[in-house]
């Protein structure tokens, strides 16, 4: 479905928007065009993006929140294989609401990335490229986006229901004990996001606060 929003709102700053049915601003300048992007994410794409770029996913992506993240740091602190290989692959912190009829799954928000933070250097460390959620990450997470090269995107809240729509494929890969926590298989195509946190250090929520210090009239 098309959609033009103009001004979105992450954790509570406001970001550029992510363009799908794209049209001129008022201002009579172009939008910026969003970069499509396939998974699985290579190394050569990551270290191009750049925070704040937009972004379309399309690929596959894998769901996992606290639950499931504890459980995949704890095998690989004991050295057992995963239940699903993710070098180079991209977790999206969500829990999917149950799939509606002729649906894959329902409704598919962000969760709220910090819960993730203590798990998410080991996970990066066994090559897990991307992550996608809501909210900052701790000096320490953003310290291993650099160190293991890969990217933290922001997912636009509120939309819980539009970016369901833009999974095209749904299926329990692992812990299936974890209820709608389990780590899901998704099919995506065109899912929106933002860089927040990209490899060279940059974090978009600390140079949007900065902008807006300022009285950037481009914020």
Aim: hydrophobic content about 40%; glycine content about 10%.
């Amino acid at each position: 479905m098309p959609l033009n929003l103009r001004r979105v709102r992450l954790s509570g700053i406001n970001l550029p928007s992510i363009i799908l049915g794209r049209s001129p601003s008022r201002t009579g300048r172009a939008m910026p065009t969003p970069i499509d992007l396939h998974t699985p994410l290579r190394p050569p794409l990551v270290e191009v993006l750049r925070a704040g770029d937009e972004v379309l996913l399309s690929g596959v992506v894998y769901t996992a929140r606290d639950a499931a993240h504890e459980r995949l740091a704890r095998m690989l602190s004991h050295g057992e294989a995963l239940p699903v290989d993710l070098r180079n692959q991209v977790i999206y912190y969500c829990a999917p609401t149950p799939a509606r009829p002729g649906r894959p799954i329902g409704s598919a928000g962000p969760t709220t990335a910090s819960r993730m933070d203590a798990y998410t250097p080991s996970l990066l460390a066994a090559g897990v490229r991307g992550m996608i959620g809501k909210g900052k990450r701790s000096r320490e997470v953003r310290d291993a986006i650099r160190q293991f090269r890969a990217v933290y995107f922001g997912a636009v809240e509120g939309t819980a229901a539009l970016l369901g729509e833009r999974v095209q494929e749904a299926a329990v890969i692992a812990f299936p004990d974890l209820g709608p926590e389990a780590i899901y298989r998704l099919v995506v195509d065109k899912f929106p996001a933002i860089v927040v946190n990209d490899v060279q250090g940059r974090d978009l929520y600390e140079e949007g606060r900065e902008r807006y210090r300022r009285g950037d009239s481009q914020f």
